[in-house]
């Protein structure tokens, strides 16, 4: 068995519970490296993330580089003697960095890969409206989420999963895939294998203003997914139109009500102390949303203060 020496490289709770299982099950870790601490909150006081408290309270090695290309940094690295890299939600490494080790660096990627590389694997799986998912582990290379595969998981996807559900699933399904690896790399038993070279694959693109934005002209089932897959962050929003004002909402929960209707395509409608949003062959019914300069409110609890008027609708 190979005597493994492990620098872990991540950032946010993702990455805790793998760094956790390692620890748990008795691997070294000579080193972890992490984003550098950012200001965070009203105070805009510095805050590590959450992948830098575990490695405290382990009393572990920490390093923040800003730049991973640093001769300070890469000297420091290769002070450390490790022998394999595991990489959970980290950024892009350069080669000098992943090429370093003598066992290589892998990654755990939320997705079967090569279906949703990219940023925002597991919002995407459900905005998509998959039945399943999965994780993958796999060695890093020149491109991004395109090295060989060494092992893979699947993991299904229930109806009323959302992004975050489906984070906290493949958060424990992995953090047990990459023990699984670790071991097959200490035992020397892992065969790996060439991602298809087919490009019809899916992609997880990064997130932005455009796609988290409802289309109410869309079918009630692609509505539906989009929220559940923008839930709890970044959140689907839409503009809401009320007396005479438009301004931007956030919707975290939703639900689909099949049901023939005779309005207009993103009129409100509220029925015992319900939110209904009108859309082809039925409603999106909100159960929890944000108004501007609010926190995010059970639509109940909205009712209680807030009135939408004949003229309401989303857009």
Known sequence: MKDLRIIFMGTPDFAVET????IENNYTVVGVITAPDKPAGRGRKLKASAVKEYALSQQLTILQ???LKDESFIAELKSLHANLNVVVAFRMLPKVVWDMPDYGTFNLHASLLP???GAAPINWAVMNGEQKTGITTFFIDEKIDTGHIILQKEVAIHNND?????HDKLMTEGAQLVIQTIQGIANDTIVVEPQSKDTTFKTAYKLNRENTKIDWEKD????????RGLSPYPAAWCQLYNKGVSENIKIYKAKPIDEVHAFDIGKVIVEDSYIKVAVKNGYISIEKLQLPGKKAMESKALLNGYTFYRDAKMT
Do not use: V
């Open 19 to 22: 760094l956790k299982a390692i």
């Open 65 to 67: 580089p800003t730049n």
């Open 115 to 117: 279906d949703y590389r």
């Open 162 to 166: 959302t992004a975050g559900i489906l």
């Open 220 to 227: 009630i089932t692609t509505i539906n997914n989009l929220i």
